[in-house]
């Protein structure tokens, strides 16, 4: 099942009129993960941040209501390390190359491309879902044949890595010595050090008429004029960063979080104790994903604000989700 509530994010993949439904693995297969040469430490591009409260959701009337976003709560997180890009098809191509790691898109056969990035022969036999027929069920499309056979990332090494489902992201950050961020983490990281602003760098989508970040532009899904400057995914440090020096955590691509995906679960744990490090519900059928990406659009799927939330199966994967990777910190570093 889909939270995606007719969002940008691609459907689940049991969706009508798609080739046969994706077999998700039960477990993230680490073995040959942890046993490779792995880096020695966080990127130079990760930054640590100190945590502390924060207040997490909205009531903004251009919310979802069924998405779970509100009501506003404090909620306190502990420090952390957070890459401040989404990683890479470079940084992805160097973990495979180190671990011979093959995701579960590569095994499953096909992914999720919009379909008018596709040539026309490969759209013409490639199903699409009744709901969204804006996406095409590609076989051969993975991370590094981004719309198929015949594609590949050449001059797109600094774009984000896609086509990478729950747990391909999940095997890369502990390849890396991390993990995926909490929501709690990724929303306080998202907002930069601002409280309840709309999106990570103020209230308005492009003050002064500067683009900030990577949303579809014009008419939704028929014509995009891409006065932000990319019709699909930008380089992973597009646009300016935020308060905290993260890039495109509003649109380019969604990333993935550790949670299960629940509209509720946050209102039935109300105490300071609950709202500490929160970790979401125990068990679920879909994960949460956060940012948005550039298929978004406020006439269509305005989850491109930074309280924003959707969720998709694990095993899901399509041309705009992405990741970035958070680190655990010394105890003393929050003292």
Not at 161 to 168: G, I, L, P
Request: proline share 9%.
């Amino acid at each position: 099942m889909n939270h995606g509530h007719g969002c940008c994010a691609p459907p689940a993949p049991s969706a009508p009129s798609t080739p046969p439904a994706r077999t998700a693995a039960t477990e993230v297969d680490l073995a040959g993960v942890t046993a490779a040469a792995r880096p020695a430490g966080p990127p130079d591009t990760a930054v640590e941040l100190p945590g502390g409260t924060f207040r997490m959701g909205t009531d903004d009337e251009e919310g979802y209501p069924g998405d779970g976003e509100g009501p506003v709560r404090d909620v306190t997180v502990g420090p952390f390390a957070v890459d401040t890009v989404t990683v890479s098809n470079a940084r992805y191509a160097e973990f495979v190359a180190a671990t011979g790691y093959v995701t579960e898109t590569e095994r499953i056969g096909w992914s999720y491309v919009f379909a008018a990035f596709l040539p026309a022969a490969v759209r013409k036999v490639s199903p699409r879902p009744e709901v969204t027929p804006w996406w095409a069920a590609v076989t051969g499309a993975t991370w590094d044949h981004p719309e198929g056979p015949g594609s590949d990332t050449t001059g797109r090494e600094d774009h984000p890595v896609v086509h990478v489902s729950w747990a391909d992201a999940v095997a890369y950050a502990t390849w890396a010595g991390g993990r995926l961020p909490t929501e709690a983490e990724w929303e306080y990281a998202a907002r930069g050090g601002l409280d309840q602003a709309r999106f990570p760098w103020g209230d308005e989508l492009t003050p002064g008429g500067q683009h900030r970040c990577n949303v579809w532009q014009g008419v939704f899904p028929v014509k995009n004029t891409a006065e932000d400057g990319w019709k699909g995914t930008a380089p992973v440090d597009a646009y300016a960063p935020n308060g905290f020096g993260l890039h495109n955590v509003a649109g380019n691509v969604w990333e993935w979080c550790a949670d299960w995906f629940s509209a509720t679960h946050h209102l039935t744990r109300v105490s300071p104790a609950d709202r500490t490090d929160p970790k979401g519900p125990e068990r679920g059928d879909s994960r949460v994903m956060r940012g948005g990406s550039y298929l978004c659009h406020a006439s269509y799927c305005n989850r491109y604000r930074v309280a924003a939330r959707t969720a998709n199966t694990p095993d899901s994967a399509g041309g705009n989700n992405g990741f970035r990777v958070v680190w655990d910190l010394p105890a003393e570093v929050g003292r």
